[in-house]
């Protein structure tokens, strides 16, 4: 797999990133140990994760398989940190006080002794920037993380907190901006990824296939086995599922038979070489399903498919 640098920094990562959001939930050892197996043989590098992801319980999976299914240094690991969930719950808290501890027992459930990548998984008006800030700040200084990012922040949040880090002497700058963005969520197209090209941020697109619906298969309904079967999902498809979105998703489908591709690979090569951006982070919920993810890094769609693309889902 080819790799990107992450922003202005000489961090290079794999093209696509592995998201873990159901490990050690909906995704158990031996499913996690499959993909995780999978993405590595691939050539991917970027593991991203959270303190959030199952409480905990995504970190400690990852932990687990540290060291014998890839070595430490084979992977690009990232963690975030300032979102608490509890049960349908959950709480926002971007303190010093809050972040640092958290880290730490990340790297305690991680079995490591830094991360690679440490963000904040969103922005809180609750505390002032600069003390988030200068929770990164230590986390670099101290060794606990080699680079920083932030995560679902606004465009004026962005263009805030990288120029903060840049315009203060011994500031550790941005490296990162996580975000969602697919051909079904385009908004952070207007700021937050101008921003980041003009602040040196690398742009990670989550939900890259917007839950599922850009692979086709919610078309004529929900499959039995899927997660959007699930009362919790099922907003979150039909929010897509509007008059522009069965339309944007037709769309897809039909340069797909046009290409000979899957739904899957137009969409997915689409966001993965939008301007500004450095690597997708692709969830699955099975070895199978990431594969068919996978199998897009000899792809590149034709300008005539983009310039379409785009213009039906702008």
């Given at each position: 797999?080819?790799?990107?640098?992450?922003?202005?920094?000489?961090?290079?990562?794999?093209?696509?990133?592995?998201?873990?959001?159901?490990?050690?939930?909906?995704?158990?050892?031996?499913?996690?140990?499959?993909?995780?197996?999978?993405?590595?043989?691939?050539?991917?590098?970027?593991?991203?994760?959270?303190?959030?992801?199952?409480?905990?319980?995504?970190?400690?999976?990852?932990?687990?398989?540290?060291?014998?299914?890839?070595?430490?240094?084979?992977?690009?690991?990232?963690?975030?940190?300032?979102?608490?969930?509890?049960?349908?719950?959950?709480?926002?808290?971007?303190?010093?006080?809050?972040?640092?501890?958290?880290?730490?027992?990340?790297?305690?459930?991680?079995?490591?002794?830094?991360?690679?990548?440490?963000?904040?998984?969103?922005?809180?008006?609750?505390?002032?920037?600069?003390?988030?800030?200068?929770?990164?700040?230590?986390?670099?200084?101290?060794?606990?993380?080699?680079?920083?990012?932030?995560?679902?922040?606004?465009?004026?949040?962005?263009?805030?907190?990288?120029?903060?880090?840049?315009?203060?002497?011994?500031?550790?700058?941005?490296?990162?901006?996580?975000?969602?963005?697919?051909?079904?969520?385009?908004?952070?197209?207007?700021?937050?990824?101008?921003?980041?090209?003009?602040?040196?941020?690398?742009?990670?697109?989550?939900?890259?296939?917007?839950?599922?619906?850009?692979?086709?298969?919610?078309?004529?309904?929900?499959?039995?086995?899927?997660?959007?079967?699930?009362?919790?999902?099922?907003?979150?498809?039909?929010?897509?599922?509007?008059?522009?979105?069965?339309?944007?998703?037709?769309?897809?489908?039909?340069?797909?038979?046009?290409?000979?591709?899957?739904?899957?690979?137009?969409?997915?090569?689409?966001?993965?070489?939008?301007?500004?951006?450095?690597?997708?982070?692709?969830?699955?919920?099975?070895?199978?399903?990431?594969?068919?993810?996978?199998?897009?890094?000899?792809?590149e769609l034709p300008p005539e498919i983009v310039a379409a693309l785009d213009d039906v889902s702008d």
């Amino acid at each position: 797999m080819q790799t990107r640098a992450l922003g202005r920094t000489g961090l290079q990562v794999s093209r696509l990133g592995l998201g873990t959001m159901t490990w050690g939930r909906a995704t158990d050892e031996h499913e996690a140990r499959d993909q995780l197996i999978a993405f590595a043989e691939a050539g991917g590098t970027l593991v991203d994760t959270a303190a959030s992801y199952g409480d905990g319980a995504s970190e400690e999976l990852i932990g687990s398989l540290i060291g014998d299914v890839v070595a430490r240094d084979e992977i690009v690991l990232a963690t975030k940190a300032g979102l608490v969930r509890r049960g349908d719950g959950r709480r926002v808290d971007t303190s010093r006080g809050h972040l640092i501890p958290t880290l730490d027992r990340s790297l305690r459930r991680l079995g490591v002794d830094h991360v690679d990548l440490w963000q904040v998984h969103v922005w809180s008006d609750r505390t002032p920037l600069e003390e988030t800030l200068s929770a990164l700040d230590l986390a670099v200084s101290s060794g606990r993380a080699s680079y920083v990012g932030i995560s679902n922040f606004a465009g004026w949040q962005t263009a805030q907190a990288a120029t903060w880090q840049r315009a203060v002497p011994g500031r550790t700058p941005l490296a990162s901006t996580q975000v969602q963005y697919n051909l079904l969520e385009r908004a952070v197209e207007t700021e937050v990824v101008p921003a980041a090209q003009a602040l040196g941020l690398g742009v990670l697109p989550w939900s890259p296939l917007a839950g599922g619906v850009l692979t086709g298969k919610y078309r004529t309904g929900t499959p039995g086995d899927s997660r959007a079967a699930d009362p919790a999902w099922t907003a979150r498809v039909d929010s897509y599922l509007d008059e522009d979105g069965r339309g944007i998703v037709e769309a897809v489908a039909r340069a797909a038979d046009g290409l000979g591709w899957s739904p899957l690979e137009v969409a997915l090569t689409w966001v993965r070489d939008r301007p500004g951006v450095t690597a997708p982070i692709v969830g699955a919920r099975t070895a199978t399903q990431l594969r068919a993810a996978l199998g897009v890094e000899q792809l590149e769609l034709p300008p005539e498919i983009v310039a379409a693309l785009d213009d039906v889902s702008d």
